[in-house]
């Protein structure tokens, strides 16, 4: 088969170059003038609306698609904001809003969380990915296939 007709499918390896957007345009992530990222389609990789978007591309084929929460980062679940007690976090830790940060739970797992209100007393912190809750506009182009 010619390189030209091979199609993306499930287990192919990808590389995509794209950009990124929500509902009102605003860009959140971009690949131009980056390297395009490469996974292999189904493995989980990337978000699920992602990985079912390039199936059947082309090498060289551009598209634009919209992905829901259901097939992005989910919607956002309130109760993982929580309020913790500021002596959580180490005392010369400036804490301040919007300031990302990541800790290990006792399991191992990495959790990151941003933190949407801090006073003297308390932190309240969001552990929702910060795109859940949100429609994502992709403009993708499939760079190479193997």
Do not use: W
Request: aromatic fraction near 6%; proline fraction near 4%.
């Amino acid at each position: 088969m010619a390189e030209t007709e091979k199609v993306v499918a499930k287990d192919s390896k990808v590389s995509v170059e794209y950009t990124g957007s929500f509902d009102d345009g605003t860009v959140f992530d971009s690949l131009e003038g980056r390297q395009p990222i490469e996974f292999t389609v189904g493995n989980g990789q990337v978000i699920k609306g992602f990985d079912d978007a390039v199936v059947g591309m082309k090498k060289g084929e551009q598209k634009k698609i919209r992905i829901t929460p259901s097939e992005g980062y989910g919607d956002r679940d309130e109760k993982l904001q929580q309020q913790v007690p500021r002596s959580v976090f180490p005392q010369e830790m400036k804490l301040e809003k919007g300031m990302g940060f990541s800790f290990r739970t006792p399991q191992g797992q990495v959790i990151h969380a941003t933190i949407t209100d801090a006073s003297q007393e308390a932190v309240t912190v969001d552990m929702n990915h910060p795109l859940a809750g949100k429609n994502l506009l992709f403009k993708l182009k499939v760079v190479d296939i193997n």
